[in-house]
Nanobody, 117 residues
Framework: QVQLVESGGGLVQPGGSLRLSCAAS????????MRWYRQAPEKQRELVAA???????TYVDSVKGRFTISRDNAKNTVYLQMNSLKPEDTAVYYC???????????WGEGTLVTVSS
């Protein structure tokens, strides 16, 4: 059974940091590209960061220089280190596993990040 379980969300003040984790099981993690998406209230889900199976990373412009995506294939886990957080980063963050150009997609249930003083 495929599972993606996110953790690490919470309430943080502006300028603070959080590290999200996504633990994967039930598929060959190392062969999949991994992504973090987010969805803020009344907004569409957006791609925040991605890492290929070969560890090439990409980021949406709004988080470049602040967020870092990484993966540990030995632990079947992908991470999102978020620094210098802003109120506009407030959203539910979702982990996504993607294979063969998106023909196979798995999703986690999300973890809420709230940036507020």
């Amino acid at each position: 059974q495929v599972q993606l379980v996110e953790s690490g969300g919470g309430l943080v003040q502006p300028g603070g940091s959080l590290r999200l984790s996504c633990a994967a099981s039930g598929f060959t993690f190392s062969a999949y590209g991994m992504r973090w998406y987010r969805q803020a209230p009344e907004k569409q889900r957006e791609l925040v960061a991605a890492i290929t199976s070969g560890t090439i990373t990409t980021y949406v412009d709004s988080v470049k220089g602040r967020f870092t995506i990484s993966r540990d294939n030995a632990k079947n886990t992908v991470y999102l280190q978020m620094n210098s957080l802003k109120p506009e980063d407030t959203a539910v963050y979702y982990c996504n596993a993607r294979y063969q150009g998106g023909s196979i997609n798995y999703w986690g249930e999300g973890t809420l990040v709230t940036v507020s003083s």
